[in-house]
């Protein structure tokens, strides 16, 4: 009875989860030009999209920003679980605090305080701002998920490359950071996720010189709904799919070695 219960829940909760996104990519090929009816099929609206300059300049630019940031949350979020692991158990859940703040806080708070900060100590808004911001709310999403694999860790394992005379660099790179590595992976693509589809940060400490594609959207969605957004989001969407298959794999494989 629970087995079928829970498989009605699970059933209604993905239908109320993804029916409104196949929705909106089967709209991307209308002929008829909006959302009130299919009238054909047509792949007029990802031509378009694709020769829209400024989308596509902006689509990179949401990418760069994604790997950049994601790239270095990760370095500095898997260093920042090793010095939480090997800090003394009561700063532990004060370091723990600290870095959950930006989980539990809401993005709009998020978004304010560093424009404030920008603001005050005159750091101009930009490119460079939007990479420091998502960084920052990054960093806590790699610690959480390199945490609890350093603490499945047999510590033997790390005292015996010492009694062999292994330095602490040597035991990072041959013993740690191997054994860390499906949860690096795993916060790598959660850090790369979270940058992609900021809205609310990124709104508040972006500048006019720089936009992002979900502020790109939001902009355009203001002035009606295009059926270029839908072909762009399905084309996010199918490349959302692809990280996710790829992540699978990548872990699965470092897994089983």
């Known amino acids: 009875m629970m087995k079928k219960i829970a498989k009605i829940y699970l059933t209604i909760a993905f239908l109320i989860l993804y029916l409104p996104i196949f929705y909106l990519i089967f ?30 300049l902006i689509l990179a630019q949401t990418f760069l920003l994604a790997f950049l940031s994601s790239t270095i949350a990760t370095v500095v979020g898997t260093f920042g679980a090793i010095y939480i692991y090997q ?10 605090s600290v870095n959950n703040i930006l989980m539990v806080a809401p993005d709009v708070m998020i978004g304010a305080s560093f424009l404030i900060l920008f603001t005050m100590i005159g750091f101009q808004l930009g490119f460079v701002s939007v990479l420091l911001s998502h960084i920052a709310f990054s960093i806590p999403i790699v610690v959480l998920m390199v945490l609890p694999r350093l603490k499945e860790m047999n510590a033997d394992m790390i005292s015996a490359a010492y009694d062999l005379g292994a330095t602490q660099p040597q035991m990072l790179r041959e013993i740690m950071l191997p054994y860390l590595t499906p949860a690096i992976i795993a916060g790598y693509f959660m850090a790369f996720t979270y940058s992609l589809d900021d809205f609310a940060v990124t709104f508040f400490v972006t500048g006019n010189g720089y936009s992002n594609l979900s502020v790109e959207i939001y902009s355009r969605a203001r002035q009606g709904i295009s059926l270029e957004i839908n072909a762009l989001s399905t084309l996010v969407f199918l490349f959302s799919i692809v990280l996710v298959v790829g992540y699978y794999f990548i872990s699965r494989e470092k897994e089983a070695s």
Do not use: I, P, V
């Open 87 to 96: 800090a003394r158990h009561r700063y532990q859940n004060m370091l723990l």
């Open 27 to 56: 709209y991307a090929f209308n002929e008829g030009g909006d959302m009130n009816g299919f009238t054909g099929f047509t792949l007029d609206y990802f031509s378009s999209m694709l020769s829209d300059g400024r989308l596509m």
